[in-house]
């Protein structure tokens, strides 16, 4: 029996060792990620049910076309998968439109940090010449217009004097996109502990995505959109990737060592959010990896190491939000016309 | 006792007189209309769910930007509210999107009645170089690209060898359109027996649109729908709201007696659904029934009149459809792009 007895121990041998092995590789995760958490806590419950239905209100534009969800569509991914968001008169936006999934747990909020959180994000687009063209006081003007939102606006607002404002808007956009969370990925699971949630290559892609310096910028609860790096750190990518006239951050803070310099992107449900970059002219996940690996860390990452990587980051897609299309009250005789 | 019984029996003969009026009203009513049904018969389950998917999709357009509900938006009645619609590089429609709620009930589809049914409407827009752009290789090409698109039709269309289809999408489109109804309005309830359903105004109103002779036109399960007449009947409204270049259903039968021909309006929901008639050029319920009064009646309804009839137009509007946002495949590497 003893050979036999020297042989099983070798394979307990094994298996514990793969064990501790694969615990070693969750710890490793564990320090560097976080699962996304199953609901945001303290959330005014008036205000996401508002918040609801400004998200998909056309009549924050000007035209009354565009909505919140136009280029943050809740059914693919929380992004318009297009290289540039189409905006009024069909303007087309400077940088590919981030997804608001799991936009509450960024830093701050648009590709060069701009907006300190979704409430500050939520006032740029509704403004802006080129995506919904509108002013606040022609927001506010429609919103008081509709009996139905004004009761909603002093529901979710109760104390204040004038509930129906701009800024109350933002905050309960901010209050919805809070719930647009994706929780229970397989890496999360994994994570959490369930081995089995991850298969040998996806752990393989994980391992590689750790060890080849992805996580330096890449970490946190959203794999990213926690800090700023310059894109283009060791080698600057082709022109149609980094155009030259968009220098990121630097148009933030003037700081010439910004130049170039974003948020670096969150990678939640990065497979649904296709095209990648801020320029957006990147379709094919192992593409964008294999440019990063060059740009970023300087490595030409071979085929088999983009394969596990790409493995890996498929499993970082999350529950998606479900959301029941909210009703929106009619216009009245006072409600601002559209406008081309 | 006399006299107080006399009283009595004169409050009786009242009140049994007003009943009997009540129930005539109503008897007129029922003659005329039908009540919007809880829902339509012989729909299969699989054909509304995939249904509801491409309602939502943005990639059955060229741009990957507009969608069926982009113009027929679920939350505001089933239109866009605007005067016409911006397609493809924001170009305007011929004419404003009429509701897709109770479309099902309607005759024909269309202002002009050029699509049967929903099935052949819904290939219209598709391919409508000033909406949505597509051709219909190039939307079988996107939907067979993605493996979700092809488990989701097969499924639908077990029969078909080729599942995935220009047609059946179109089937699929008339599934879940087919369960955008809304019943059980406060007209509907009055009509099935319940007399307080309406007030005193609103049945004043229903008897004058009843009487003015509008059900020439607008009756049935839809008010309206059914059938085609000349807009300006009587006398032409303003170039404004019927422009001469648009001679509605004589572009179909090319036969002279139908110029300015129009499917007539379903009036289902009219209050959610401004702006007004083909042209989109009236924004108020009471101004789009005085031109109808005058256009079509050749009467000059007073203030009362119009105020009594919109009043009962208010209350044609019915549970709106309850509809969760679904998720979408992720395009795949041989998903065709967006065209601009």
Redesign the interface.
């Known amino acids: 029996m003893q050979p036999l007895k020297l042989a099983l121990g070798g394979l307990l041998l094994a298996a514990s060792s793969t064990a501790a092995h694969a615990d070693a590789l969750r710890d490793q995760a564990n320090a560097i990620f976080k699962p996304i958490p199953e609901q945001v806590a303290g959330l005014d419950a008036a205000q996401v049910e508002l918040g609801r ?1 400004l998200f ?1 209100e ?2 924050l534009s000007a ?3 565009i909505s919140c969800n ?1 280029c943050h ?5 929380g992004a ?4 540039a ?2 905006g009024h ?2 303007q087309k936006g400077a940088r590919n439109s981030p997804t608001v999934f799991n936009a509450v747990f960024n830093i701050a909020q648009f590709w060069d940090g701009r907006a300190k959180d979704l409430e500050e994000q939520a006032k740029g687009p509704v403004q802006n010449p080129v995506e919904m063209h509108n002013t606040p006081n022609n927001v506010e003007a429609t919103l008081k217009s509709m009996p139905e939102y004004v009761a909603a606006f002093g529901k979710a607002f109760p104390g204040d004097k004038q509930a129906v404002s701009f800024d109350n808007m933002a905050r309960a956009l901010q209050a919805f996109e809070s719930t647009l969370i994706t929780p229970d990925s397989r890496f999360d699971q994994y994570l959490k502990g369930d081995d089995k949630a991850l298969d040998a290559k996806e752990k393989k892609g994980l391992q590689a995505f750790m060890s080849a310096g992805c996580i330096s910028c890449h970490n946190g609860v959203n794999l990213g959109g926690q800090a700023y790096f310059p894109f283009g750190l060791v080698k600057k990518p082709d022109a149609s990737i980094l155009p030259s006239g968009d220098k990121g951050r630097f148009a933030v803070t003037k700081t010439q060592n910004d130049e170039y310099v974003f948020r670096a992107a969150p990678l939640r449900n990065v ?2 959010t ?1 095209p990648y970059f801020h320029s957006g002219q990147v ?2 996940l192992e593409e964008a990896v294999t440019i990063m690996g060059t740009a970023q860390l300087g490595k030409q990452l071979d085929a088999g190491e983009v394969g596990d990587i790409v493995a890996f980051l498929k499993t970082v897609t999350g529950k ?1 939000p ?7 009250p ?2 009245t ?1 006072t409600t601002p ?2 406008v081309d």
């Open positions: 239905q998909f056309p009549r035209s009354h076309v136009t569509n809740i059914g693919t991914g318009d998968n297009v290289p968001s189409s008169a069909w497979a649904l296709a379709w094919d998606q479900q959301v029941q299309y909210p009703l929106l009619p216009s005789a016309r559209p």
